[in-house]
């Protein structure tokens, strides 16, 4: 099942937005590291030592727990995509979207019914509790503490930058629709539903794939480094191209967005201590993007992603999403966020 993060407006822009990128590792060393303290020079954390967002899972350094933590959660994906997928299907069959003749032959794939919008963002969503368990099963850290480096979501934190950030994004969507066409809006049974699907369930969708990305996986690779700045370009390079290759793009501009826009939500989660700015961000994105194509009954324009579908014109919203990491650092320091914390209790550490 593909991803259906949106980037930019499927009108002239086309495709997903994209901006230059700096290498992560790069601009992680020298925006967000300056106060980084090193525990490369000892074999284990010392006793108070305060540890950033990415590196928090060497509470239970273990190589094996990375590794087998990442193939149980793309596994588990799977699983639920194909369960997902195959409930869509029975539910288009029962209301007519397509017949047993066209799902047979293949025709039916081509067509982006809200069931399957359904499926493949409850898909997505999904990755928010499986990687939380899958930490807590092999890791032995409790599900909290994926959220940030104080072991909650910091509701206050997310909307105090959603003042900011969503009236940003309205803006930037605003006038991506306005140079582009627009088609009128007849509200069908089946646009409502798609809308309705993008409304509730992208936000969902959107903080799954933060949580999944950014979340378990970046640190289940930071768990494998006493260095934490070994530890934060590594895991933002896999992190990062797990997230790009999962969008299954064949054009050069796309991948290269979705990479930077990986980059930029690991940049911000770790700047930030938490996952609170990337899933603001990539949910912001994600569903003022869809609902005009949901309107317009386009959505199925989201997953044109083949070679020549973008160009030099991606560099504006890659350079929106790193903008907003930089801001979401800069302002959490000045709220004075916490964004470092002694790692968290995990089995077999607690005292």
């Known amino acids: 099942m593909s991803d259906t993060s949106p980037t930019t407006p499927p009108w002239p822009p086309t495709a997903p937005g ?27 954390p ?28 793309v596994a588990a994906y799977f699983l639920a995509s194909i369960v997902f997928g195959l409930v869509a299907m029975l539910i288009d069959l029962a209301v007519g979207s397509y ?22 963002n409850l898909a997505l969503a999904s990755l928010w509790p499986l990687s939380m368990l899958i930490q807590w099963a092999l890791f032995g850290v409790r599900p909290r503490w994926l959220s940030s480096v104080e072991g909650g979501f910091r509701w206050r934190w997310f909307g105090r930058l959603a003042l900011v950030i969503v009236p940003v994004w309205i803006v930037y969507v605003g006038i991506s629709v306005a140079l582009g066409p627009i088609e009128p809006i007849a509200l069908t049974g089946t646009v409502i539903a798609m809308v309705l699907v993008v409304v509730f369930t992208t936000p969902l969708q959107s903080a799954g794939e933060e949580y999944g990305a ?24 896999i992190s990062g191209g797990l997230f790009s290759l999962a969008h299954v793009a064949g054009d050069p ?36 993007l869809l609902l005009p194509t949901a309107l317009m009954n386009q959505t199925d324009q ?9 160009g030099p014109f991606m560099l504006l919203p890659m350079a929106l999403v790193l903008g907003a990491a930089f801001f979401s650092i800069w302002w959490g320091r000045r709220a004075g966020l916490r964004t470092r914390a002694p790692l968290p209790p995990a089995r077999g550490t607690r005292r």
Request: hydrophobic letters at 55%; charged letters at 10%; zero cysteines.
């Open 46 to 73: 010392a006793t108070g030592a305060e540890f950033a967002y990415d590196h928090a899972l060497r509470a239970a350094p273990a190589w094996w727990r990375g590794a087998v933590s990442i193939v149980l959660l």
């Open 302 to 310: 989201v997953f044109e992603r083949d070679a020549g579908t973008a």
């Open 253 to 288: 501009w796309l991948i290269a967005y979705y990479f930077v826009f990986g980059a930029a939500a690991s940049i911000a989660a770790r700047g930030t201590g938490g996952l609170e700015a990337p899933a603001l961000v990539h949910a912001v994105n994600n569903l003022l």
């Open 99 to 120: 017949t047993v003749d066209e799902l047979t032959t293949g025709a039916a794939l081509t067509q982006l019914t809200p069931a399957l919008m359904l499926s493949n």
């Open 214 to 237: 950014r979340g378990l996986i970046q640190r289940s690779v930071g768990s494998w480094f006493r260095n934490p700045i070994a530890a934060f370009v590594v895991g933002t390079l």
């Open 18 to 44: 994209a901006a230059a990128a700096t290498t992560p590792g790069a601009v992680a060393t020298t925006a967000v590291d300056a106060a980084a303290t090193s525990d490369a020079s000892t074999a284990g």
